[in-house]
């Protein structure tokens, strides 16, 4: 089992729609991290979490840490959403980033 | 400027050519990373600098060469490549962790696109 999942790992949906984007870890962590990829290559970081909620635009993350459960929602979704976006959490123990496999978007017009 | 910038945005060498890749940023980051990444696949950590100095290799083979000149710049030596080190190669930097961790957020470059004939 990995150790960070995500779901869905595709989502494909009319403009307009409410999205959302769920993230689960099993290890202790220091912060969650919501990255966009889109096609060609540049990650662009969303949302660093540790606790709570954060709001961005039409973007909110949400982490649950006794749950261990984060979700990224896109309200009135647009073509321009369209992306990979990564769930990656900071274990407490190392430096590293410990990602998830993605969750690929595609809004249509 | 929160900017991070990598050249070339694309580069077809051979298994015998010497490259390098580079990366800049001006936020005064002291964490600049390097990561791999295969098509459809997360990123994978190759390096780790922090304070100029290398703070993690994750078992990269030695055909990859990382340098820090200073807090600025990032560069990785390639040389004796082969096809399966194609991949985009991405740069990033932040705060490093034992900074204030609201300040942990990582930067990204759009990446190197590297073949390798």
């Known amino acids: 089992k990995n150790e960070v999942e995500q779901s869905p790992q595709n989502l494909t949906a009319q403009e307009g729609e409410f999205i959302t984007i769920n993230c689960s870890y099993s290890v202790g962590i220091s912060a969650l991290h919501w990255l966009q990829q889109h096609p060609g290559g540049g990650i662009v970081s969303l949302f660093m979490l540790s606790s709570g909620k954060k709001k961005h635009g039409r973007l909110i993350a949400t982490i649950n840490i006794q749950e261990k459960h984060s979700s990224l929602h896109i309200t009135a979704s647009h073509p321009r959403d369209s992306a990979v976006y990564i769930c990656a959490v900071r274990s407490r123990s190392n430096y590293q980033l410990i990602w998830g496999a993605g969750t690929k978007l595609i809004i249509k017009p | 400027d929160t900017e991070v910038t990598q050249t070339p945005k694309h580069l077809v060498m051979g298994m015998t050519n010497k490259k390098s890749l580079k990366c800049e940023q001006h936020?005064?980051?002291?964490?600049m990373y390097w990561y791999k990444q295969k098509a459809k696949k997360p990123p994978e950590l190759m390096f780790v600098?922090?304070?100029?100095?290398?703070?993690i290799n994750e078992s990269v083979p030695s055909r990859f060469s990382p340098e820090c000149p200073n807090s600025s710049l990032l560069n990785l030596h390639l040389h004796a490549l082969q096809p399966e080190d194609s991949a985009l190669y991405l740069c990033?930097?932040?705060?490093?962790?034992?900074?204030?961790?609201?300040?942990?957020?990582?930067?990204f470059g759009s990446g190197t696109q590297l073949s390798v004939l």
């Open positions: 990033a930097s932040s705060f490093p962790r034992d900074s204030d961790s609201t300040n942990e957020k990582l930067f």
């Open positions: 600098y922090s304070y100029e100095k290398l703070s």
């Open positions: 936020m005064g980051h002291r964490a």
